[in-house]
């Protein structure tokens, strides 16, 4: 059995729905209390990884842990976590980090995805790292002035990151979790070229074949609206590599395509894949 924290978000859905796919019993682990959809023959369990006892019995008799951590994990005791997936029978756990835990492993904001990160290295179970760059899926943000304006506000327009496809993270998730040939790795994903806000926003005016008008935002005004839903260490490294990328951030990683023998997704390809959002 292989259990995924996080399965109702944009990669834990989709990594649920490949495992099942691929024949393989799942417990999908969320915290919320809404209602979810998962496939057919999928165990539901709900609990919080703040409280790592709530998913003690999650993962009794599992062989694999999917660890998706909200935020930065900053609230998290991630030695307890591991303790109880190993006390399950746990042997191979695979950690959805960040990019940013690899370039700015001091920034205050990405500094306990690191702590997280080196826990789960120490911990004695067979273990793979992602380390993804930005989410084509953070364009959600943007539907509703899209949907009721046609507009699009963000600073930095003209400044590139390879965003990823969360479909991509999910899909190779699902391979490493089922090959024992990635434990000890940490892979870096990314999209396949460079996009700037002021690109991504002409691809959703194309997908919808209609004009979308871009505003740039002037950074502060930016910083205002994130620290509406997050906190301000986060909303300060966020705008750091969004306006200040280092080269590393903007490399094009090839482990995608080395895992999956396949280009990946572009954020075209997203935005015509969820194109109702923005309709």
Known sequence: MIVVTGATGNVGRVLVEALTSAGEQVTAVSRGTSPVSIPDGTRHHRADLAEPESLRSAVDGARALFLLVAGAGA???????????????VERIVLLSSQAAGTRPRS?????LRGIEEVVQRSGMSWTIL?????????YAWADSVRTRRTVAAPFGDVGLPVVDPADIAE???????????????????????TTPRQRVRDIAEALGQPV????????????????????PVVDGTLAI???????????????????????????????????AFR
């Not at 998290?76 to 029978?89: E, Q, S, T």
């Not at 979790?177 to 940490?186: A, D, F, N, Y």
């Open 75 to 89: 609230d998290l005791n991630p030695d307890d976590i591991l303790d109880v997936a190993k006390a399950g029978g």
């Open 108 to 112: 205050v904001s990405h500094a306990p």
């Open 131 to 139: 380390r993804p760059g930005g989410f084509a899926s953070n364009a």
């Open 172 to 194: 190779v998730a699902a391979t490493v979790l089922r090959q024992e040939r990635h434990g000890g790795r940490i892979y870096e994903l990314t999209g396949p070229a460079l």
């Open 213 to 232: 008008r871009f505003v740039e935002q002037t950074p502060a005004e930016a910083r205002a609206q994130l620290l509406g839903f997050m906190p301000e």
């Open 242 to 276: 969004l306006g200040e990328p280092t080269p590393a951030e903007q490399r094009i990683s090839p482990d995608t395509e080395r895992i999956l023998g396949r280009a990946p997704r572009t954020f075209a390809d997203w935005v015509r894949r969820h194109l109702h």
